[in-house]
C-alpha cells in the first residue's frame, strides 16, 4: 500500500479513450512513428508531459470568472504582479504566453553571435533560444556516475564553470540554472550549488538566471534532503534560492498549475525595460504578454497552491512510488526519482539498440502499442546532434524515456495500470527493435520527425 494519497478529491472529470491494440498500431503507423503525432484521442494514460496538463483547483475555476479583460492595466495583472513579487522578491514582473516566449526575449536581448550561455542543462527549448541568438549552449552537469545516488544531480559543475570563466569570461554572457533540472532527470538543485555558481558569477561580472519551470518541486526537494534547510516552508525555501540570482522565467505550464503561460521576473529595471519592448513587439501588452486576463488569475491563484506542503509532499511521494513499482515491473529507473516524472534508461533496457537506432524511441513505442500509455523519449532523437556531413548522429549523453506525472490528473490506479504495461514491454525487452529516422526538421526535430521501424 503506497504510504500516502492524493490530498484532493474530484470535482470533474473526463472520460479517458481505450482504444483496442489494432486501432493503437494503426494509429502509431499513421503518426509515423512518432508519438507527439498520434492524437491524443487516441492515447489512454497521457504522460507525455506536465506542461499544460495541469488540473485545475476549484479555486482556479471561480478564479477564471472574475479574469479582467481590459487590455491594458487589467485588475488580474496586478494580481499576478503581487503574487509573482511576492514569491519572487523581483519588482520586474512581464507576462508571457510560455516558458519559450521568456527565452526568446531574454536570451535574445543578453546574447549575440559568439557569445556562451551556460547551464546545469539547457532544456532544448532553452538551447535553441541560445542558438537562435547566434551564441553557445554549453551545459556543465554535475558528473552522476551510474547508480550513484547522488540527492542534488541537478547540480552545475562548480569546478568545470570555473575553468571555462576563466578562459573564456569575456564571452559568458549568462548562467542559467535550471530547477529543477528536467533534460538531466528532473534532479533538484541545491542552495549550496546556487550559493557558489553565484559567487563564481560575481567574480567575473556575470548575471545568474533561473529557469524556474518547476521552482516549487525544487524547493520541496530541497527541504528534503539538504541540511539547514529542512526547518522551512517549500515556499521559504523558493525565495531563498530566487534571492541569489539576477532574475529568472519559468514555463507557468509547470508549477503555475494552469495550462498555458509563463513569466519574465527581474531585478534590473534597464534589462526589464528592454524586455518589454520585445514583449510589446511579439507577445502583447505588457500586462497581458499574450494571455487572457482569466490566465493571469488562475496562474496567481495556483503560484499559492503550488507551494502547499501537503500537496508538494505527495507529488514526491507519488513520482517515488511510482519510481519503485517500475523497478519491480523490471525497468531501470533513474534514482533518486524527482517529483514532475520518473526517467528509465532505455539504453539500458535496449543495450543491443545503437543510439543512432533510437532505443528510447523504442522503448516509448513499445509502452504505447501495449497499453496506449504515452511517454517521452529523451534521447537521441531530442538531443543527439545531427551531423554536418551527413554521417551518423552525434548520440544524446543518455538514452532516457520520461514518464511525466501531470499535477493533479492521474489516480494511483491509472500509475498502477501503467505499471503493468511497462512490465509487459520490458519482460519482452529483448525482442525490440529500433528506428530509423526518415524525415526531420532543424531544431527541436522531435516534434515533428517521420520514422520507421528498423
Ligand atoms: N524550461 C524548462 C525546464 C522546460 O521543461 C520547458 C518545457 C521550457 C523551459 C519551455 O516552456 O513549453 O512553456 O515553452 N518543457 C516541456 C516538457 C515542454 O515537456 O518538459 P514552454
Not at 67 to 85: H, I, M
Request: hydrophobic share 45%; aromatic share 8%.
Amino acid at each position: 500500500v503506497p504510504p500516502f494519497m492524493e490530498p484532493f478529491r474530484i470535482k470533474a472529470v473526463e472520460p479517458i479513450p481505450f482504444p483496442t491494440a489494432a486501432e493503437r498500431r494503426d494509429a502509431l503507423v499513421s503518426a509515423g512513428w512518432n508519438l507527439f503525432r498520434v492524437p491524443a484521442r487516441a492515447i489512454t494514460i497521457d504522460l507525455l508531459t506536465d506542461s499544460g496538463t495541469a488540473a485545475m483547483s476549484a479555486a482556479q475555476w471561480s478564479a477564471l470568472m472574475v479574469g479582467d479583460e481590459s487590455y491594458a492595466g487589467a485588475r488580474s495583472f496586478e494580481r499576478f504582479e503581487t503574487v509573482v513579487r511576492d514569491l519572487t522578491g523581483y519588482a520586474e514582473i512581464l507576462p508571457v504566453h510560455q516558458g519559450r516566449a521568456a527565452e526568446r526575449i531574454l536570451l535574445g536581448l543578453l546574447l549575440g553571435p559568439g557569445d556562451i550561455s551556460v547551464s546545469n542543462t539547457h532544456f532544448d527549448s532553452t538551447r535553441a533560444a541560445v542558438e537562435a541568438a547566434g551564441a553557445q549552449a554549453v551545459d556543465l552537469p554535475v558528473p552522476v556516475g551510474p547508480g550513484e545516488l547522488n540527492p542534488f544531480g541537478g547540480d552545475l559543475d562548480t569546478g568545470r564553470l570555473r575553468d571555462l570563466l576563466r578562459h573564456s569570461a569575456d564571452r559568458v554572457k549568462c548562467v542559467v540554472l535550471t530547477i529543477t533540472n528536467n533534460a538531466g532527470g528532473g534532479q533538484p538543485v541545491s542552495v549550496r550549488n546556487v550559493k557558489a555558481v553565484r559567487q563564481l558569477c560575481d567574480a567575473h561580472g556575470v548575471p545568474l538566471f533561473l529557469d524556474a519551470s518547476r521552482f516549487a518541486e525544487n524547493a520541496y526537494l530541497i527541504t528534503e534532503r539538504e541540511d539547514g534547510y529542512r526547518h522551512l516552508t517549500p515556499r521559504e525555501v523558493a525565495r531563498v534560492v530566487f534571492e541569489l540570482a539576477d532574475g529568472c522565467w519559468a514555463s507557468l505550464k509547470k508549477d503555475g498549475m494552469a495550462n498555458i503561460g509563463g513569466l519574465v521576473a527581474l531585478r534590473d529595471a534597464g534589462l526589464a525595460a528592454r524586455a518589454r519592448e520585445q514583449l510589446i513587439a511579439f507577445e502583447g501588452f505588457p500586462t497581458y504578454g499574450g494571455l487572457a486576463g482569466r490566465d493571469l488569475e488562475a496562474l496567481a491563484q495556483g503560484l499559492l497552491e503550488v507551494t502547499e506542503p501537503d500537496y508538494l509532499r505527495y507529488r514526491a511521494e507519488c513520482a517515488r512510488w511510482f519510481g519503485e513499482q517500475l523497478g519491480l515491473a523490471g525497468l531501470p529507473v533513474l534514482q533518486p526519482t524527482g517529483c514532475h516524472a520518473v526517467y528509465v534508461d532505455a539504453g539500458a533496457m535496449l543495450p543491443h539498440i545503437a543510439p543512432q537506432q533510437l532505443p528510447a524511441t523504442a522503448v516509448a513505442n513499445a509502452l504505447y502499442l501495449a497499453g496506449g500509455v504515452r511517454v517521452t523519449e529523451l534521447g537521441t532523437l531530442v538531443f543527439g546532434r545531427r551531423d554536418p556531413d551527413g554521417g551518423p548522429d552525434v548520440p544524446a549523453p543518455r538514452e532516457l524515456v520520461r514518464f511525466t506525472l501531470p499535477r493533479r490528473v492521474y489516480t494511483l490506479s491509472h500509475l498502477e495500470y501503467v505499471v503493468d504495461v511497462a512490465e509487459t514491454v520490458s519482460s519482452k525487452a529483448d525482442q525490440l527493435t529500433g528506428y530509423h529516422i526518415v524525415e526531420q526538421g532543424g531544431a527541436l526535430r522531435q516534434f515533428t520527425a517521420v520514422l520507421r521501424p528498423a
